[in-house]
């Protein structure tokens, strides 16, 4: 009854990005500890404008009195959307990973199909947004190719859908470091983590995802493993519904065994700094700390690990949502507050006159780099950059880390 | 579990908890800041009252304070060292803060009144003098906490005109007001208007990010001096304030840890060694070699009342409560100064607390014994004051 | 400049508007004279609680008799007001079996129907029970709210050639020959004084009984209790739990809009002017409340209020367990006195008065109030409560979703500027902030509307603010501790509204 803590102070209101954009959506302190006096059990939801709330958590976050605000709000919209039929997009958005899936076998033709206006237009009759564009999709993802690398320390990393279809070879990057730091890195089988359901309504889905997952993950977990995620909202689905609305079978088990891959990167420098030896990068970069990693709170560990790269100038950006939110800023009907958020928090990054933006998140690239049109990196693109500038060629990051570990023993 | 090291870890991102870690980050410690959410000064009119129950000068007020008031541990040097602080740091940012330790000053309210406070952000600075000027107020249609005729009923010379800005909540006008072309058609219309000689007023809504900047392009514009008004919350001069502070921590390379409550406390004898935090599944070990509380009283959550008692929710420390719950508020709501204002934590002249039984854990802010902000309307000030000292005492330990 | 009517009714409570609306339907021009808001006495400090009957089966079988026949009355004509939420009487361990069986026996007698439930089945109705009960017994129990209750009699008083004036005091009942020919009431904010004539006046003022009937040169010797109860921020029940034992402290719990109510205790007082609530009062209706519904010793309490029981006097008896029937009394000089009874059974009470009223008037016409519904009911939102949920533009309670537009529509329609008034027809500020941001809304939308001054408008925020107050601190601990300094900081900080 974490409800009963609110004493209608607004913060939660001064923190919320939709409800100063979109007058249809009351703002999180109606949205949640307000209403919830009045849904009674057995009764009908009516509440249909729950939906313009984008789970960003950053009500919960600033919440001084600990109302699980975002998590009320998160109720009320499943059972919402289990008590009405849904629009299209909510059943579109919530097989985001067999799209993403789809997209990836037919690659490069999908990337191109998706840029046809015809496609464009028929999905916008649909209520999907032309405005942001659809990720590339990727022939050769992380399902394919090396599941096994490297000797050591033993890991299972949970990439993701986006690494896995949309950036593979940032997931490779990511389990390349992990193997030069002393890590058996294993890309275990993995579906959806069930943010894309749980978001769109389907509940149902959303915990068959989580099941297999989580099935997946204990048995490495027995074996020794820890679990590292790289997508910040991988790691709160991770981290907070597979013990809590998810309930999936060891949830509490894989919570307490994964890391964020930053964090995890941290931890081993802290127990030998050569392990990961950081040059000198002279940039200065933009640092968006995505929504979903402030609600884990666990600090900003890419930062702390910026802090030690010499040269690196680094703005930590953590006031602004970047208005994707995940499959969110896809639906038409979000399409203004989506763009107007993505203005707001790229005015930001522009007026810092930085030479790349960086987040862990993909929807935060995906929407960032499209408006500020800089650079829009992973932060372990920026460290591998910098380890590179210990090594001969500079320009090319991929072929630093290579070069490198060729040197070590 | 994943574990952090600073020097330093503060907890409570309030403006004492902000001002003790922007100092010691400033010096070059690691510094973290733990703070459950965000903290009250987001709703406050985001100006400093240092001691405005006194008349013209805060700190010849000192004198009249009872002994235990945290103010003396402070002295009148101490509020002046903290106050030059605060203003260097604002003036790194977007919102410079105007004022002088030595001289109250008014601020309009939006019923009407005016309020004596000290510092005022340079969106309010305007407000000095216009009891005796001519002042238009704006609102805006559809606003539901901002009532003109409470001003221009009291005021003796004034005016009033509503602007649409197509959107009903200070928050949303206020992000209007960063959209390109809004602010300047807002001045086009202003100018319009053809205003008689004096000030403009309006409810604190010209943007989270510039509002100096917005206030001055509309001045200009129209030729009139232009102030905020503060409102009831959400409040944007609380938001900018406290964003500010955050802000200049962050440039300092402090690390901040925010949303998750304290769920224990690691210690060593009397030594504080580490703060767990309850994030998910895995909690977070943040180690400091000194620990500064700073959490603030009930609102705040730092302090937790029951049907009989009040406790510190972080350390446990011993609270001085001032006689049982049926003595704690006298019967006049208005009587600012219930005597339950004056539960705290009693510390000594090095900030340490009393009852405590920790070396290096020092506490600050308005969770402070015999603070009665309301009564001596002193909050900001004493949480400034009393921030920078206990750091100073922090930095004396580390060093 | 005197008025002339029929009757004057002096008491705005249930039983005055009940009058009111009987005597309107038969034809009686009448006027209701109320010092302050409708129901500020015993009706708006009660449980709001619906009888079936089933607490006075043991020991007042008329009452029980009444009770029921009201409760089903009610439920038909007055549906916007009443929930019909059931009730539970829940025998805890070591209450007494026998009580139980004589409950049981005479619920059957009376007409009230009855359900025996395992403890299992009744924590599937009410999960929050004590799982430790015996058994839990469905009763028909409602809430009902007592300030819409007498509103809407009152709109039927308004609409049929009655005349309502509340915020009118009575300070004296005009004589001649010896006989009560009328009233001088002074209105609250003007103090300006009104002269009213007429054949009859009827003294309903409950507790201020006797100080009326003094005005008309008679004496009504009355029991005054004062009853206070506590107010928890959410429902922890959607039906109205009893004890099942002998009726004392603290044994029924009633869910209100989206509120519970607990209580109540019984203390002798003299003054029904001077209410103050002891805090320990709260400690023992939490504590009984709490054995029926663990939570409630924990939960978050949003206020606490109290009103005085207006019974009649008899020696040797405690408040409680004098007879909750109604007497009317004939002073013989032209003026009645109609005291006692109870919410529920307050229709009956009407009807009973307005037959004296007829016959002395010889007049024929019977009482219809059992069978027309209450009019006016269509502008009230109702029940369930999740529907109230749909629409969320321009609201300005936030905390009970009470719009602009109702807000404007009472303001409008009742021509008032009091917060009370507003409060009472709309919820707004009744919620857990207890009107701390929405009354600042409300006043200023008063004043908007041109029906008050600024200068007004802050006099009376001040004053409401003093009375929220009031109501707030013999709970305040916990989560409604902080509530209230962030409250001070709003008003004697940002605001700055100390009274120096």
């Avoid at chain 1, 919960?60 to 059972?79: F, M, N, R, S």
């Avoid at chain 3, 008037?361 to 059992?370: D, I, N, S, V």
Wanted: a positive charge.
């Amino acid at each position: 009854m974490s409800f009963e803590h609110c004493v209608r102070c607004t913060i939660c209101v001064e923190n919320c990005p939709v409800y100063k954009v979109e007058p249809r959506f009351p703002g999180p302190k109606q949205s949640g500890p307000d209403a919830q006096r009045f849904r009674l059990d057995g009764e009908k939801s009516v509440d249909q404008w729950v939906k313009y709330c984008c789970q960003c958590r950053r009500c919960q976050v600033a919440c001084p009195y600990g109302v699980e605000v975002a998590e009320i709000i998160l109720k009320a919209q499943l059972k919402y959307g289990a008590e009405h039929i849904s629009p299209f997009t909510a059943h579109l958005f919530a097989n985001a990973y067999h799209l993403n899936a789809l997209g990836s076998t037919f690659a490069p033709l999908a990337n191109k199909a998706a840029s046809w206006n015809v496609i464009k237009s028929v999905l916008n009759l649909l209520g999907v947004s032309k405005e942001p564009d659809l990720p590339e999709f990727r022939f050769i993802n992380l399902e394919r190719g090396r599941r096994r690398k490297g000797k050591g320390r033993k890991v299972a990393f949970f990439y993701g859908c986006h690494l896995s279809f949309n950036r593979p070879d940032i997931g490779r990057k990511i389990r390349d470091l992990l193997v030069s730091m002393g890590c058996r890195v294993v890309m275990p089988r993995q579906t959806c983590c069930g943010l894309p359901a749980l978001g769109n309504g389907d509940v149902d889905m959303a915990k068959k995802y989580a099941h297999k997952n989580a099935v997946t993950l204990t048995s490495y977990i027995n074996r020794g493993f820890d679990v590292v995620y790289a997508c910040t909202s991988c790691g709160l689905t991770l981290m907070q519904d597979y013990p809590g609305v998810l309930e999936a079978p060891g949830g509490k088990k894989i919570a307490e065994n994964t890391y964020n891959v930053n964090e995890y990167l941290l931890s081993l420098m802290q127990e030998d700094n050569e392990k990961v030896p950081l040059g000198r990068l002279e940039r200065k970069i933009a640092y968006h700390i995505p929504c979903h990693l402030r609600a884990l709170g666990i600090g900003y560990p890419a930062a702390k690990i910026f802090e030690q790269i010499d040269g690196l100038e680094c703005f930590v950006l953590d006031e602004n949502c970047c208005g994707l939110a995940g499959t969110y800023g896809f639906k038409k009907r979000n399409e203004t507050v989506s763009h107007k958020l993505g203005e707001i928090a790229s005015a930001q990054i522009r007026d810092l006159h930085v030479d790349a933006m960086v987040a862990d998140c993909g929807a935060c690239r995906m929407q960032l780099g499209h408006f500020t049109n800089l650079p829009a990196l992973d932060p372990v693109e920026i460290i591998m950059e910098a380890i590179a500038d210990k090594t001969v060629n500079k320009r090319k990051s991929g072929l630093g880390i290579k070069h490198w570990l060729r040197k070590t023993p | 579990m994943s574990s952090h090291l600073h020097d330093v870890v503060v907890i409570g991102g309030g403006m004492s908890g902000l001002m003790a870690s922007v100092y010691l980050a400033g010096k070059g410690f690691k510094t973290a800041l733990i703070s459950r959410g965000d903290p009250v000064c987001c709703l406050s009119t985001g100006c400093i009252d240092v001691l405005s129950s006194t008349g013209s000068n805060p700190l010849d007020g000192f004198g009249g304070l009872p002994e235990g008031h945290p103010y003396h541990l402070v002295g009148k040097k101490g509020v002046e060292e903290a106050y030059k602080l605060f203003k260097e740091v604002m003036a790194e940012g977007s919102i410079p803060y105007v004022g002088t330790i030595r001289k109250n000053r008014e601020i309009l309210t939006p019923i009407g009144t005016f309020k004596t406070t000290c510092l005022v952000p340079a969106t309010m600075a305007a407000s000095l003098g216009c009891r005796d000027e001519y002042v238009h107020v704006i609102s805006f249609k559809g606003i539901k906490d901002f009532y003109p005729s409470y001003i221009t009923s009291k005021l003796k010379n004034t005016g009033f005109s509503l602007y649409d800005a197509g959107a009903s909540s200070t928050l949303a006008i206020a992000a209007r007001f960063e959209e390109k072309g809004f602010a300047e058609d807002f001045a086009v219309w202003l100018e319009g208007l053809e205003l008689p000689p004096g000030k403009v007023a309006l409810p604190a809504v010209l943007g989270l990010n510039n509002p100096v900047a917005v206030m001055e392009a509309i001045s200009l514009r129209i030729g009139r001096e232009v102030f905020e008004i503060p409102t009831l919350p959400p409040s944007i001069p609380g938001f900018r304030l406290f964003r500010s502070l955050k802000a200049a921590l962050q440039h300092r390379g402090g690390d901040v840890f925010w949303g998750m409550p304290i769920s224990s406390v690691e210690r060593h004898g009397n030594i504080v060694e580490a703060v767990t935090l309850a994030t998910s599944g895995r909690a977070t070990r943040v180690q400091g070699r000194v620990f500064i509380l700073a959490t603030g009283s009930f609102v705040s959550g730092g302090l937790f009342a029951t049907r009989d008692s009040v406790h510190e929710t972080v350390f446990g420390i011993p609270v001085h409560i001032p006689g049982p719950r049926k003595d704690w508020f006298r019967n006049d709501f208005f009587n600012a100064g219930h005597p339950i204002e004056e539960a705290g934590i009693e510390v000594d002249a090095s900030f340490r607390p009393i009852h405590g039984n920790s070396t290096n854990l020092f506490v600050c802010g308005s969770i402070l014994a015999h603070s009665e902000i309301m009564k001596y309307h002193c909050g900001h000030g004493l949480a400034l004051a009393t921030g920078l000292k206990a750091a100073k005492m922090c930095e004396r330990m580390l060093t | 400049m005197s008025i002339k009517t029929d009757v004057i009714i002096i008491g705005g409570g249930a039983t005055g508007c009940g009058i009111a609306r009987d005597l309107a339907l038969r034809g009686v021009h009448h006027y209701l004279v109320e010092k302050g808001d409708f129901a500020s006495g015993a009706t708006g400090a009660c449980h709001g609680l619906l009888h079936s009957g089933g607490r006075y089966v043991v020991n007042d079988s008329v009452a029980a008799h009444e009770c029921i026949t009201e409760n089903t009355i009610l439920r038909k004509i007055a549906q916007k007001c009443v929930e019909t939420t059931g009730g539970l009487f829940v025998r805890l361990p070591g209450d007494s079996k026998r009580y139980r069986d004589r409950f049981l026996k005479g619920c059957d007698e009376m007409g009230i129907s009855t359900t025996v439930l395992s403890p299992s089945k009744a924590l599937d109705l009410v999960p929050n029970l004590n799982p430790a009960m015996e058994e839990a017994i469905v009763v028909p129990d409602c809430s009902i709210d007592p300030f819409r209750l007498c509103m809407l009699n009152a709109y039927t008083s308004r609409h049929r050639g009655g005349a309502i004036l509340t915020h009118h005091e009575v300070i004296e009942i005009i004589k001649e020959k010896g006989v009560c020919v009328g009233v001088k009431a002074r209105e609250r904010l003007t103090s300006q004084i009104k002269e009213i004539r007429a054949r009859i006046i009827i003294n309903a003022t409950g507790a201020w009984g006797d100080r009326v009937a003094r005005l008309g040169g008679s004496e009504v010797p009355m029991t005054l209790s004062k009853g206070s109860l506590i107010v928890s921020n959410h429902r922890l029940t959607n039906m109205v739990i009893n004890r099942l034992r002998p009726p004392s402290d603290g044994d029924i719990i009633v869910p209100n809009e989206a509120v519970c109510l607990a209580g109540t205790t019984s203390i002798p007082i003299d003054d029904p002017d001077v209410l103050e609530i002891d805090p320990a009062e709260v400690d023992i209706v939490a504590g009984e409340a709490e054995q029926m519904i663990p939570s409630f010793g924990s939960t978050r309490l949003i206020r606490a209020y109290t009103g005085v029981r207006p019974l009649l006097k008899a020696s040797g008896q405690d408040g409680r367990s004098i007879s909750r029937g109604f007497k009317i009394i004939d002073h013989g000089n032209g003026m009645f006195s109609i005291l006692g009874g109870k919410l529920t059974t307050y229709r009956l009470m009407a009807e009973k008065m307005v037959d004296v009223i007829m016959e002395r008037f010889g007049l024929k016409m019977k009482c219809r109030t059992a069978e027309l519904p209450l009019e006016g009911q269509d502008e009230l939102s109702g029940y369930p409560l999740s529907k109230r949920l749909s629409n969320m533009d321009d609201i300005i309670c936030e905390c009970e979703l009470v719009s602009r537009n109702t807000v404007e529509h009472a303001i409008n329609t009742m021509g008032t500027h009091y917060v009370g008034d507003i409060q009472h027809r709309t919820r707004l500020g009744m919620g857990p902030c207890q009107g701390g941001f929405c009354t600042f809304r409300a006043l200023g939308i008063t004043q908007e509307l041109g029906r008050v001054s600024p200068e007004v408008s802050l006099k009376i925020l001040k004053e409401f603010l003093q009375r929220r107050f009031k109501g707030i601190r013999p709970a305040l601990w916990g989560d409604q501790l902080r509530e209230e300094q962030l409250i001070e900081s709003i008003y004697l900080g940002i605001l700055n509204m100390e009274s120096r």
